[in-house]
Structures are given as C-alpha cells and as structure tokens.
C-alpha cells in the first residue's frame, strides 16, 4: 500500500450530529409535557396562596360540603373550609416532603450500592445483609417506634413544624433506599468489569475518578427511574402517617390529609377526594414522564 | 543517546493465586525496549504476553494476581514497588496502553472528544477548550475524517476499526514515551487490521513513541517490529531482529510458529495441508524441571526434560533458549 492509506480509504459518514442532551430530553414528547405540569404544580403551592388568600382554617357552618362554587372554586370540606387554599398550602408541604425523601432514598441508596458493588468481599456481603435487614423489616411499626422515639427530642431541638418535617423525611426515605442500594450494586457489578472502565484505569484514573466519570453515569439510568416512584411513595406515605396522626399535626392539610380526611364523605362529596387526588395523580404521573425522559435523555445511544 | 533503555523487565514472574494453586502465568521474563523502537511480543493464547505486558501498567487484579519477583524499570526507576497513585502518573503520560476490543472500550455516555479531552485535562493540565482542541488534533492525526466535526460524536456513531483508532489517539493524547499496544487489531478485520497498522507505524515516526505490540499473528510481526521476543508458556523462547527471526529461527517453536503462517503460493505444494504444532501448551499449575516445550518438540531428547535450557547466542542481537537447535533458515 502506498501513502498513508488509512486517510484516503475513509469515506465520510454523512450523518447528523449527535443531539445534545437537552435535544434528547425535549424530543420526549411526554417529558416535556410532564415537565409543564409539574411547574405549573409547583408554581400553584408557591405563588397560589398568596393570590387566593382565603386563609386555609376559616371555618364556616353555612357552607359545609359545598360543590365548587364562585365563591369555593373547590367546593369546601365538613367544616365549610375552603379547599382551594387548603390545596395550595398544603401542596408546599407534600411535594416538599416527596422531593426530600426522594433525595435521602436515592443519595443513601446510590451511597450503599455503590460501596458495595464496588468493594468486593466481607463489605459488600456486610451492606447487602444490612439492605436485606431493612427490606425484611416491617415499615409501619417501625415507622411508628421511631416517632414515638424521637419526636419530642427533634421538637425541642429545630421547633415543632421544621421537626416533623426532618423526621418525616428521614423515616420515609431512610426506609425506601434499598431498592435504589440493590439497583446500584448490580449495576456497578456489571459496569465495573466494563472494557472501558479499565481502559480509564489503563490511562491513569483513579478509583474515585473510575467511580464519579465513569461507572456512575452508566449506572443512572434504572436509578432516576426509581427515584421517580419513589416521589410518588413518599407522598403516600406521608399521608398515611398524617392519618395515623403521626405525621404533620391535623391543621396542616397536605394532599394526603385531606385525602383521608374526605374518604368518609365519598358518596355525599366527592369533590372533596377527588381534587387532592388530582393533584397527587398529575404530580406523580409527570414525575415519572420527566423520569423517562431523563434516562432517555442521559442516554445518547437513543435516537428517537 | 543514553544507555539506560526505555523499559528493561528483569527476571519477571508474575502470578495469580487460585483454590488450585498459584498460576504461574510469567516464569522468569527478560526484554528491552529502546527509545523509538517497536517490539513485538508474539506467542499463543495464554503464553502470558498480555500478562506481561499487563504488569508492566500495574494492571494485573491484585490480589488475587502478584508479581511474585522480578523488576521492571522505566527509565532506571523500578516500577514493582510503586503505589497505585504513583503508577497513575505513569499511566497515559508515560506509558500508555490499547486493548484489543475497540467495541467496548469506549465509555458510551461521553463524546469522544469529551473522553479524550478528560484524560488531557486530567495528566497534562489543559483547560478545557485546549483539552477539546487537543483531541481534535489528535483524532486527526489518527486519521479521522472531518475530525472537528466528530469530535462531538458519541462511540456508537463510529465503526470497530474508528473506534481503535479513537483509543489509540486517546492512549497518544499525552504523548507517551511508550504505546503498548495488546493485540490491537485482532478484533478487526483484516483490510482495517492493515490500515491500523499503518496508522500506528505513521504515528511512531511522527511522535517518535516506542511500541511493545502484542500479537500471536507472526504476520503482524513481520510487517510492523523491528524486533520481536517469542513466549512460550510464560518463559522467552527466543528474541532477536525480526530480519534475524524470520530468515534463521533458532528455536524449535519459533520455527513452528513460522511455518504455520498461510501462504498465498501453498508452501511446498498446492495440495498441502498448513503445517500446525502438535500439542498444547502446559498446564500452567505445573513446574517440570526441563524445557516447557520438550513435550511438543521435534528435537526433544532427555536432557530436555531434566534442565531449563539457557539462553544461547549465536550473535548480539539474537538469542534463544534451546540445547539442541541451530539457527537455519526454513526450507520453503
């Protein structure tokens, strides 16, 4: 062969450049859809009860399980509450206590399996027994211990609202990491035995650089997915313990609050459990869109 | 020039400890590399090439691999006593490394240019715009076409002989002084196996890197080394210039190994069958005394299996381990 033959036998492939994440993440239709919702979602809790500013425990006998109305765009609870401003307020408290215990889960989750998947022998053995402990425990009456428990200290310490608030978040995502531990660990274990992996190994990364640039990437995928569910998870899970009245004290109407509160009146007020349960329906439906598109999107493989 | 070489591995053994013992993989290796120079490494599946070529990176798993003994000095400094930190400055600046599967070896949630540009910025302190500019270079250099435009793309928009030539480009972004390259084109086929070639010979004369290339193609061998060390189960059979080599092999294996390269005119004879070497090689959790290859060998006689033959040489730049053969040249 004459010349430097490998330039010249090259045809130049004709495609399209890669897209960019964000082109991915916005050629998902749902995505962006589920993007728009849950913006207009939070924009409503944040910006709603200063513009509808009925206060949220104004009680009025007259106007008990009224249907939507001019004057009650919701209609109104037993107490003749309006729903609309219990809505919104409450809506702070749910989504902010989906939002962190999604955080806590992932980040604890994300933490244990990948030390685990990471280190073989007696650790990896030593977490996955502890993930198995915590799946095998049962949540509810350990959910309730740990209140009983630590409660009254956390108020004292930070105040009553921002205590249960910490508590809540801690119990909830403490208790939902191991799916995310196990996800990760399996993902890492597969990754890590990946060519390109020792590759960057090869050209001198080290074990942390291995890790952040190269294994975790390819492992989000499954663990924004779960990370989506487990949103919608906590925010039952929030309601149930507020129905338990463990949770947020009972003048603090979050979505599952009101949810539990209606389910009495179901026949005679539907209204009531049908506008928190919209509105916990849409929060998490668009949650798992924006999840979709995200893995999608981190995923330049997928060209839609 | 200096007389300290490039890289000299002295009486290495590497090993790794199973349930059924300790493999034995690397008995006893010796080799140079000079400045500039290509070698070859060339031998059968599990001769442990890769495994010494490997322990010269530090890249064997440890545990349950050990270098049991032996040294491996860079430039003078032995490199076995070395922490893994300190081998990571080593690793891409000076020594760099290609695998054999191109397919996989790229990270598939980054750009090439993205990966490129990291191990840039990580080992010579580039900023990232001088990081992206560097890979561009380099992606042209390695004969990517449009490669400012490519530099965008992901692994998957590149073919097995683009992507070998993407991780070559990255293991060359720094500039190493040495490119060990493990059977670089055994994955591919064999039109781009010959463009890769010349691509890595083209960049050996252009950055003036030295290459240890491993291969079991004694083709490969000839068309691309100057020199070239022959393993046999863990121990060097032979070495010398592959001039030297190909026109007078000395010992029986090499011999073999050269006589089972297919040829276009049929050798001795239209209708013959390709020559083959009977056997296969040892078990590698097995220690005889004598000469690894006696087993396999024409010219096996007793003594063979009582004593390691030691290495003889016939002149300065050929050597082999054998008692009872002669360097000739093979009859056609």
Redesign the interface.
Known sequence: ?AG????T?????D?P??PTSWQRFRKHRMAVVGTVVLGLLVALVLLGPLIWNVPIDKIDFRARLAMPSAAHPLGTDDLGQDLLARLLYGGRVSLAVGFAAMLVAVVIGTLVGAVAGMSRGPLDAFLMWLTDLFLALPTLPLLLLIIYLFRDALKGLVGPEVGVFVLIIAVVGGLRWMPVARLVRAQFLTIRE???V??????????L?QVV??IL??ALGPVIVAGTISVAEAIIAESTLSFLGLGFPPDTPTWGRILFDAKDFLSIAPHWALFPGLAIFLTVLSINFIGDGLRDA????KVR | MTTTPLLEIRDLHTGFHTDEGLVRSVRGVSLTVARGETLALVGESGCGKSVTAHSV?K?IPMPPGQITSGQILWQGRDLVPLS??E???????EI??V?Q?PM????????VGEQIA??VR??MGLGRRAAVDRAVEMLDMV?I??AR?RV???P??FSGG?RQRV?IA??LACEPKLLIADEPTTALDVTIQ???L??LQ?MKERLGTAILLITHDMGVVAETAERAVVMYAGRVVEEGTVDRLFSAPAHPYTRGLIRSIPRLDGGQGRHKRLDTIAGSIPSQYANPPGCRFAPRCPLAQADCLAAQPPMTSPSADHHFACFHSVPEAIAP
Request: without cysteine; positive net charge; glycine residues 4%.
């Open positions: 062969m430097p033959s490998h330039q036998t090259l045809t130049v492939a495609e450049r890669a990946r060519e390109f020792e590759a960057a190994r090869a050209l001198g990364a080290s074990r650089r640039l190269h990437p390819n981190l995923d330049p493989r | 990176l890249l893994i930190r081998m990571n400055r080593i690793r891409a600046r760099a490394i695998f599967e996989t070896a790229l990270n598939p949630v980054y750009s990291e191990v990580q080992h004969g076409p449009d435009r965008g793309d992901y998957h928009q683009m991780m990255m293991a010959a463009q890769i010349d691509m083209d």
